[in-house]
Structure formats: C-alpha cells, structure tokens
C-alpha cells in the first residue's frame, strides 16, 4: 500500500508537471504569435504613416503668405493674375486665400492653383477680416519661417524669396522681423492680358509708378512677432497700415523696408469707395483712439533696409540724423 501511495504520488507530481510544462510552452507561443502580430502590425502602420505622410504632409516654406480677394467672379483679371502669379512663388511661398460665402469660384481657382484656403475667422459688421485673427489662423496652420500678410491686387517678383532668404540670415539678432516696402502702381485697366508671371511683374513695373513712402500694402513677420501689441484692426481700409509700422518701430521691433530689392507691383483697379458709408472706410481710425507718430509710419522709417549688390540682396542698417527732428536719413 505505501509503494501504491508512493506511486501515486510520483504519478500526481508527473502530471503537475507536464501541465505546468505545457501551460508554459502553450504561454510562450502565445507570446511568440503576438510578438510577429506586433511586428507585423507596426510594419504596416509604419507604412501607413509614411504613406499618410506623403498624403498630408505639410512642406516647410519660408513664406506662407495670405489675403482676402474682394471679387466673387474667377474671370476678374486681376483675382486671376494674383493666383497665378502667386502660384508660381511656390518653390519657397505657399499662398493662402482667407474667404467669405459667395467665393466659390474664387477658390476654386485659387485652389487649382495650389493655394490652400481657409474661411475667415472673423469680420466686422461690414464684413471685412480683422486681421490679427487670420496672422492667428496662420500660425495654426503653418511651420513657415514668416507669416505675411499682402493685399490682394500685388504682384511679386523672385526678389521677394531672395529678400526673405537674406533677412532669415540674420534672424538670431534681429527677430522679431517685420518686412515692408513700397508698391508700383499699374492702371490695370490699360491691359488686356496681365499673366501674373515674373516677367510680367518686370514689365508692368517698368510702366508703373513708384507710391507714396507711406503706402505700405504687404506685412511679413517671423512668428515672435508680438501681435499682443496691437488692436485687431481689419484689412483694407484706411490706417491700419501706417498704425501696424509706427507701433512696431516704437517697440523696437526690426522693421525692414525691403523696397529696393523686392517688387511689388500694385494692380489699380476703378475704385469702389462710393459704395462704403463713412463708417466702413473709417472703421480702423475709429479704433485708434492713441495717436501715433505719423513720421514713423512710412517705409523710410525702417531701421533697417535692403538692397541689391551684384545680384545677391544685402541687409544694411539706416544711419540716422540728429540734425533733423522730422524723419531724414543718411
């Protein structure tokens, strides 16, 4: 009976053991089929991102620039040469087009084009875009270097990637950055065809006239830019140019009137002024209750200014002179 006992035991112990042996073993190909599912797994999903990635990927410019356009009809000459012109900057400038309902032509075209577009995150009550909230948009939904802000009836020429490219170089000294500068103004409709091209920026400019210094229609800031600083003035109407440059060199901010080495070529249309009541064209000078020192407000007011020197654009300092109380550089 005790070898019968004994036996049993053995026997029990046996089995104990070939179940724990199994179990383990049953454990561990358990693991080993998770552990390929895993593999197998997180290749796919690599792949999938990579290919999201390729999909959705949002390229790093040095420029991501954005305006509003006034016109609902693509066919407008102007809207169209702004879009292509633009469009071909796209090797360093990704073009935005904030739009309000009714734009769906316009964008559209803007879209095939390459721009990207957004809706306009808020207006006033004659529907016009305050302007901080669109540079508020941007910074969301860009990584670019700088954020600008440009009418929507200017042309650009190369000279204004090549201008940003120069700036850029110097940002560790000079940042926060805002980039200015004069427009040439065309009678649009003295031609039937403008292509928006850069050579045709060359050749309308060469038709144009230079504008008043304090005719600012384009605001290119690094992303320091302190926009807490400033009211939430809206685009187009009178002041908020002159306000945003005189309250950012009373700040210390690095203005640069890039006038010299970038082209801006501004496309008159007949004005529609007539239309606005008194309060819509005044709306921003109802807002600036604090006056501002006018002198400050222009281009020649910058700091700082480029130039072009053998074809490569160069970054200078303006000297002031004490001499003269009124704005007057050497």
């Known amino acids: 009976m005790r070898n019968l006992a004994k036996l049993q035991r053995i026997c029990y112990l046996t089995l104990c053991c070939y179940v ?32 999201n990635v390729g999909v959705n990927s949002t390229k790093t410019y040095l420029l991501a620039l954005f305006t509003t356009l006034p016109s609902r ?14 469009a071909s900057l796209a090797s360093a400038i990704q073009p935005y087009l904030f739009y309000l309902p009714g734009q769906d032509d316009v964008v559209n075209l ?31 939904s860009c990584s670019s270097a700088f954020i600008g802000y440009s009418n929507g009836d200017i042309l650009y020429d190369s000279g ?24 040439t103004t065309v009678d649009a409709s003295r ?27 384009y605001f290119l800031v690094t992303r320091r830019f302190p926009w807490r600083l400033f009211p939430n003035l809206v685009v187009g109407r009178k002041g908020y140019d002159n306000f945003i440059v005189a309250r950012s060199i009373d700040n210390n901010i690095s203005v ?59 970054l200078s300092k303006r000297k002031y002179d004490k001499r003269f109380k009124d704005v007057r550089w050497s």
């Open 160 to 183: 204004l990637q090549e201008t940003l490219k120069t700036v850029e170089g110097s940002l560790d000294v000079l940042d926060p950055v805002l980039v200015i500068g004069r427009r």
């Open 20 to 51: 724990v042996v199994k179990v383990f073993k049953d454990f561990q190909y358990i693991l080993a089929s998770q552990g390929r599912h895993d593999r197998t797994g997180a290749g796919k999903s690599r792949s999938l991102d990579s290919l």
């Open 256 to 314: 640069v009137d890039a006038t010299e080495s970038i082209t801006s070529v501004h496309l008159r249309r007949t004005s529609r002024l007539g239309s606005r009541t008194k309060a819509d064209i005044l709306f921003n000078k109802y807002k600036l209750i604090n006056k501002f020192d006018y002198m400050k407000a222009m281009t020649i007011s910058a700091p700082y200014y480029t130039s072009t020197n053998r074809g490569k654009v160069v």
């Open 73 to 86: 009809d693509q066919n407008d000459n102007i809207t169209r040469a702004v879009i292509r012109n633009w």
């Open 191 to 217: 031609w039937d065809m403008i292509s928006g091209s850069v050579d045709d920026v060359s050749r309308l400019a060469r038709s144009g006239v230079l504008d008043r210094a304090d005719a600012e229609d």
């Open 110 to 140: 803007a879209v095939s084009r390459g721009w990207r577009t957004l809706p306009v995150p808020k207006k006033n009550k004659y529907s016009v875009p305050y302007l901080k909230d669109m540079y508020r948009v941007m910074a969301d």
